[in-house]
């Protein structure tokens, strides 16, 4: 059967798959031609500019915020094996986009080349607004795969690190696809554990060997939960020993809906599994990438006792970013809302209400991903996720209040550009 799925290694950053072939990277420098990305919402505020290529968010116990960055590769120009000596331009969607994009290599018309290197970083950002880079040289790859999921618990930060090596058929770096342990008051930083291997060895899901890790929070049991999302699994790591295991295969669209692949060959399309968030019941909830999916396909799921998912929210797509509230609820961010001329519409987040209902709590956001929620009720969202311009773009927005329902009216777009920072 013919594949119908577009490359995995690094599906989530794609702006339109195979409909047009374009990288984020490419899409932000057209939007910065059109006037630049759209302002904060009303009653955000941007705690740090200047982030590069900002994912994940962690609240330490002090107030101190952490973010984790993808970074923007490196010196090391990468080939894939295969691209005739030429380097094919980043973050190929498709095999239809993959030829197109062969064909411009050969007329001298391709995009940057592919890099990596060790520009993945963790920048915290003091209660007083100081903010410093706590641990730095993590694997990046220059079209936004560096670290991702990040965790404080313990006293100490939990960073798992995506990595695109395998998938490409390079060597992969030193710390692409492990978990990190980062000591915050000395920027020590340790490998606890490596998931690659295993998705090498089993390819679980049976589909592309693809290891790209994601998402991340802490179970109720102490060990770390890990999306990957290349390799569309889950796996568990012991914070204390560092012994990995593996979790489950997050289905596809068919088998977590049932959709019959003969009638309709999308529902093959894999779940790629993003962001990672334990409720307040104690369960483990996935965020899905859910490319062009239904509206009725579920687009967050529940881990069930036996190891089936359960479908807990449906009508997001694009959802890069998952974290639970103290009442239930959880807020998840949508990386973009649509597409108008082969542009990604500004994305959004989103509060799943313990009835699986939502509601979009915040909008006109460019590019968001990591989510987080302070025990004050202001929320943390990461802006400008994947840009790969000459300056670094990513942004921290806080926005008060919205966790607790208070000024949800008025969160949308705002004309006013200024910063404000706490």
């Given at each position: ?126 209660p ?48 692409e ?55 569309n ?34 529902s ?14 104690g ?22 006792a ?40 500004p ?34 969202v ?6 790969f ?33 706490t």
């Amino acid at each position: 059967m013919a594949r119908t799925e577009p490359i995995a290694w690094q599906r989530w950053t794609l702006v339109a798959a195979a409909a047009t072939g374009l990288t984020i990277g490419g899409t932000t420098t057209a939007l910065a031609q059109e006037g630049g990305p759209p302002p904060i919402p009303v009653g955000c505020e941007v705690v740090a500019e200047g982030l590069v290529n900002p994912r994940g968010i962690a609240l330490g116990d002090d107030g101190t915020v952490y973010v984790s960055e993808a970074g923007i590769g490196g010196n090391e120009v990468v080939t894939p094996p295969g691209a005739s000596g030429a380097v094919l331009p980043a973050a190929t969607p498709d095999p239809v986009a993959a030829e197109a994009n062969q064909a411009e290599t050969e007329e001298g018309e391709s995009g940057p080349p592919l890099t990596r290197g060790g520009t993945g970083q963790v920048t915290a950002i003091a209660p007083d607004g100081t903010r410093s880079v706590l641990a730095s040289g993590l694997a990046s790859y220059s079209e936004g795969v560096g670290p991702q999921g990040i965790v404080f618990a313990g006293g100490r930060l939990w960073v798992a690190v995506g990595g695109a090596g395998v998938a490409l058929g390079v060597e992969p770096l030193e710390t692409e696809d492990t978990v990190v342990r980062i000591d915050p008051a000395t920027g020590e930083t340790t490998v606890v554990a490596e998931l690659a291997p295993f998705e090498v060895a089993n390819n679980p899901d049976g589909s592309d060997v693809n290891p790209n890790l994601s998402g991340m929070d802490v179970g109720a049991d102490g060990r770390l939960y890990i999306a990957d999302a290349g390799g569309n699994a889950l796996y568990a790591v012991d914070p204390a020993g560092g012994g990995a295991s593996f979790v489950a295969v997050v289905p596809t669209l068919s088998g977590l809906t049932g959709a019959t692949p003969e009638a309709d060959p999308l529902s093959e399309r894999q779940s790629v599994p993003t962001g990672v968030a334990v409720g307040t019941d104690g369960a483990v909830y996935i965020a899905l990438l859910s490319e062009l999916w239904p509206a009725d396909a579920p687009n967050v799921v529940r881990l069930a006792a036996d190891g089936s998912f359960e479908p807990v929210a449906t009508g997001l797509t694009a959802v890069v970013g998952l974290t639970a509230a103290p009442d239930g609820s959880f807020y998840a961010t949508r990386i973009w809302t649509g597409f108008e001329g082969g542009v990604p519409l500004p994305g959004s987040v989103e509060r799943i209400l313990p009835d699986g209902s939502t509601e979009t709590v915040l909008e006109g956001i460019f590019l968001p991903h990591g989510v987080a929620v302070a025990d004050d009720g202001a929320l943390y969202v990461t802006a400008n996720s994947v840009a790969f311009g000459p300056e670094a773009a990513g942004q921290l927005l806080r926005c008060p209040g919205l966790a607790t329902g208070e000024g949800m009216a008025d969160a949308s777009p705002s004309a006013a550009t200024g910063t404000a920072r706490t």
